[in-house]
T-cell receptor, first 116, second 113 residues
Framework: DQQVKQNSPSLSVQEGRISILNCDYT??????FLWYKKYPAEGPTFLIS?????DKNEDGRFTVFLNKSAKHLSLHIVPSQPGDSAVYFC???????????????FGTGTRLKVLA | DSGVTQTPKHLITATGQRVTLRCSPR?????VYWYQQSLDQGLQFLIQ???????AKGNILERFSAQQFPDLHSELNLSSLELGDSALYFC????????????FGQGTRLTVV
């Protein structure tokens, strides 16, 4: 059972335009969501996160939106740059605040290609 | 550089063999996570340790085991290897503070032939 889903395996966007990566989840107990970026032959790199008590978090060109009623989150990259070309993973965790155990469940990733 | 070190970077071994993957977490991090990424798949959570104790278990096969040592480094042991075990194995660590993100190592690419 895939609790975190990224239904778009790939996305191509023109340089300077907005990239929107989507993620859906099924577990309403998830209380923290994260986005990671992964280049080939490297480990995933943390990008941005959002708590379930918020609906938006912004960090420079990156903004994450959370819609709890729809169990959906999205990552917006504006403006997109060729260096943003990578695989983006959405992840979710639950129970960390109470148990101290942050178990991260990852989606399958979306390969973003930013065209120059 | 995330500060998480994994060795070896590459490993080629035969079916039926046993291997050990090693992970050194960032300085001060008490939690260590192990993930498996098979070809074109997402990151599958295997197991988490916190300060030497197992805290959470995911889809880890019985042929696989892990431990975290007093110096906080961790080892993932894979035995009776099968072709399907070929994958990237990532280790991640997280600090005990309020930050909730985990930092990943560069991974160990295991090829079973």
């Amino acid at each position: 059972d895939q609790q975190v889903k990224q239904n778009s395996p790939s996305l191509s966007v023109q340089e300077g335009r907005i990239s929107i990566l989507n993620c859906d989840y099924t577990n309403s107990m998830f209380d923290y969501f994260l986005w990671y970026k992964k280049y080939p032959a490297e480990g995933p790199t943390f990008l941005i996160s959002i708590s379930s008590i918020k609906d938006k978090n912004e960090d420079g060109r990156f903004t994450v939106f959370l819609n709890k009623s729809a169990k959906h989150l999205s990552l917006h990259i504006v403006p997109s740059q060729p260096g943003d070309s990578a695989v983006y993973f959405c992840a979710a965790s639950e129970g960390g605040r109470t148990s101290g155990t942050y178990k991260y469940i990852f989606g399958t990733g979306t390969r973003l290609k930013v065209l120059a | 550089d995330s500060g998480v070190t994994q060795t070896p970077k590459h490993l080629i071994t035969a079916t039926g063999q046993r291997v050990t993957l090693r992970c050194s977490p960032r300085s001060g991090d008490l939690s260590v996570y192990w993930y498996q990424q098979s070809l074109d798949q997402g990151l599958q959570f295997l197991i988490q340790y916190y300060n030497g104790e197992e805290r959470a278990k995911g889809n880890i096969l019985e042929r696989f085991s892990a431990q975290q040592f007093p110096d906080l480094h961790s080892e993932l042991n894979l035995s009776s290897l099968e072709l399907g075990d070929s994958a990237l194995y990532f280790c991640a660590s997280r600090s005990p503070g309020s930050s909730t993100e985990a930092f990943f190592g560069q991974g160990t690419r295991l090829t079973v032939v």
